[in-house]
Every structure is written in C-alpha cells, then in structure tokens.
C-alpha cells in the first residue's frame, strides 16, 4: 500500500481547472523545461532551509511466507537422472524506515530485511555443509537523498547482504528531476554491486572463494497523461563478470555413470555419484530490460487499473515478455482490494539441457538450471488495504494490509506467497 | 562498443521521450487530487515492492532492468 491519505470520498473536493488549452500551454512547458532549475519549484528552498531535529516520517513492517514445491533438472534431491526436489520455506521479516535528518534537504530511507531459509540448495550438500539446511540471510539496504533548491534529488544507495556462503555489498548513485511543473520525472541511477561466495561444487566441497561483479544503469520516466492517467516507462541496462553459475547446481552427463559408478548401476539417489557435473555459464552477460506501465483512474467508480509490460533480452539468447494487471476497487473511504495477474513467457537460454549423453568441452557453458529453460509462468494474486482509525493521541495515517499469491510455472514450480504489512506515516 | 551504443540510443530516446511529453502536459497541481490516490502510484508499498520481486529476481532468468540491480545478493545466478 502506497502510504498517501486516504481520498476523502475522493469526489466532492475536486477543484475544477482550466480546459487544457493548447498551444499556448505547450509553449510555456517548453520554456519552463528551458529555463531550467530557477523556474521549478519556487516554493519549496525556504521550507528546506528551516532546520529541524530528525524525525522518523514513514514506518513499514512486513512479513512474508513463500511456501515453494517443484522439480528441476538441476537439483540432485531426486534420482540420477532428475529432476531433483526444489522444495524451500522462506519466512522474511522486513522493515522500513524514512527519516529526515536535522538538514530537511537530507532525507534516509533504511530497508532491513532478514530471510529463515529452509533447503536454499540440493538437499545433498548437507552431507557435509550446512549452506542449504536453515540458511538465514540478512539485507541492508540505505538510500540517501539531498534534494537541491531546484527540487533535483541527487542520491546515495549502499548497503550489504549476507548469507551463509555469500557475502555482497553494493554503492549506488542516483539523479531524479521534475520538469514541467512535475509533470514529468526523469530519473537516472547507477549501481555496483559485488558478490563473494564460497565455490560450493555439486558434492557440497567449497576449495575456493568466487567473486561476481555486477554494474547496473537504469533511466526511468514518469508523465502525467491527464488528470486521472499516468504513464511510467524505464529502461534498464546490466553488466555482469565473474563466476556466473549457481555453483552447486549440476547437469545430468550419461557418460560420468560409466566413468565414475560401474558398480552401482541402480543407485537410486544423485547424491552419493558424481555422475554429474556442474553447471558452467559464461564469463559475462548482458541483460537489457524496458518496462511500460500506464495507470488510469476512474472516479466515478473509484477503481484504478495499472496496465504493465516488460520486455527483456540478454546474451544467453534469453528473451521474456511479461504482460500484467492490477485492478484496485475502494469499497467505502477507508479500504480498497486489489487483484493483480502476471504472466512470464521466457525463451530460455541456449545452452539449456536436461542432460547429456556425453560429456561437453569444458569451456563450452551448460546448464539445466529450470530458472534458465522456456517456460511460460502465471502469477494471481489478491490484496485488501485497511486504513486504520487511531486513538488521537496516534497522530499520522496507519494502514494494514493482508495479501496472497499464487505462482505457477508450466516446468513443474508452484510458490504461494502470504504477507501482510502494516505501514504508518507519522 | 555496440552494446554501449545501444544504451546511449536507449537512454536519448527515453530523455527525448520525457521532454517531448513534458511538453505536451496540461495537468495543473490543483487538478492532481486522483493522481495521488494511494492506488495511482507507479509503486506500491516500498517493502511490498522488494519481497514480491524477490520471486522474480530468484526463480525467472530474465531479471534486471526495472530501476533496480541484478544478479548480486540472492546467492544464485539470475
């Protein structure tokens, strides 16, 4: 739920403006785009100069459930052959905080979230790790924004995650500007992130550390169509180098059996054989992403759909096209529903496998990872936002909200996902 | 060089795009009052908005772009 007050009624108060007169208005726009930061936002210096003691502006807490079965080629948690289990309980306790700091032009958005992961990885590592049994995760993710007499926000992003073999930090510039009277936002941002893992093989054994080295830019659009229409767009670009492969996942090789089992033609479980090897990506990869949504309004009946699409494309040859919709209904003034539908349609990438007969060159890539395959994916869900009617003394607004999804995949995967969230402005 | 190319033209087009609809714009801040309803927002609750994609992020190849990193942190390799 997007932490603004709720509508009152949403209708009555509505100020009527001036038609949209046409060129005379397109005019100003383009001289108030080229008069640059002295035109925009007049108002807003003085209030930024008023200095204050800090003060916690927004508050979201979150709990999350995601309850996940499936198979997959990749996983050793089945028969040598696969596909292995790809079963895994998260519990995610998650919190959020906006604080603005004694300068007003400094504000701190401060994300932590903490994952209890059950079988994060192939059952059979435990044998002689503990990385896939009860895995907890931590992330801390801080955004720092400084907002210019000219309304510019320029911002920080840095923070760290860790897990049992992996530990990450990541840094982060961004830039976002309102033009024409905030009719238009244009944002930028750059981040880098950095990955250190332990090289866990599909036997569980870690002989080296690993390093992956993420840069991710990202330009993003948001235009006011009319005064009940809003469209988004973003494009966004990703580099990635280092070691690329979920190291522990592995593929079937018929050939290894021979090599490596001649004795126990009818073992019944992957973990004890290596009649499989690991996965091996490429070096580098490249990932483009554009996504569009559009928002329409209806006040009449107090309902809004958000229409989205995205397109991806990267060097694995993977391409994905990903249409959605969300509908929210408010019943009454102070709770809305939503019910959202995705659908993932994805190509795979081209050296995707559910095995092999032979062994493959090693520096040629391999996967049978089931995230990489074709697969087309459905996603429903529903949500109900409450907002709460406080004692006086709780100043601020406060919502509650409950949700549900279900997430299916055409190659064996079904995840459903239970939150609820209680947000509050102060 | 061709991919860098290629980021350059995407991110002019979206520039070119901002500034040529910007133009276009004729919505006054006093006939905003539907645009900030809690529902006409790009994003929902900021919090909903990390744990839902984490879904995506982790178990779709096709992760990235979006405003947001790929590929760091989720200990696999989408």
Known sequence: MAMRNPPVAAVGARTEGRSASPRWVAWLCVLTIAAGPAGVEAGRPRALRIRRPPKIE???????????????????????????SERLIVYQPSVMLVVRQGNPRWTHQIAFALDVVSSASADGLDAVSSASRDNEAGELDVVSTYTTDAGTQWSLRYGFHFEEPLRSGFFGVGWARGFA???????????FVFDSFDDIDPLGYSVVEARRYTISDNVSLAQVLS?????????????????????????????????????????????DCPNRRPERMPPTRMRHAFSLQLLQHAPRTRTTAKLGYRYYIDDFNLRAHTPSISLYQWLGRRA???????????????FYTVGTRTEIPEDMPLTAD??????????????????LVGPRSLRGTQALDIGYNRYQRSNDLRVNVFSIGYARHF | MLRSRFFVRSSRSILLAGLVASAC????????????????????DPLEARAGPKLWTSREGAAGGDAKPAGGGCGCSN
């Open chain 1, 58 to 84: 927004d508050l979201w807490l979150r709990f999350t459930f995601f309850d996940q079965y499936g198979r997959g080629f990749q996983s050793k948690a089945g028969p040598p052959r696969g596909p292995g």
């Open chain 2, 25 to 44: 714009a004729v919505v006054d801040q006093n006939r905003r009052e539907y645009l900030a309803d809690p529902t006409m927002q790009l994003q929902d």
């Open chain 1, 336 to 350: 809305y529903v939503r019910v959202t539908y995705r659908n993932h349609l994805q190509t795979g990438v081209s």
């Open chain 1, 227 to 271: 005064p009940t229409t809003l469209l988004g767009a973003s494009y966004g670009l990703t580099f990635q180098s280092g070691r690329l492969a979920t190291t522990w996942n592995s593929v079937y090789v018929e050939d290894a059996i021979k090599k490596h089992c001649p004795d126990d033609p009818t073992q019944s479980s992957a973990y």
């Open chain 1, 181 to 191: 009277d905030d009719n238009t936002t244009i944002s930028y941002n750059s981040q």
């Open chain 1, 370 to 387: 089931s995230d990489l395959a074709p697969f087309s994916a459905h996603q429903f869900g529903m949500a109900a936002v409450i907002y």
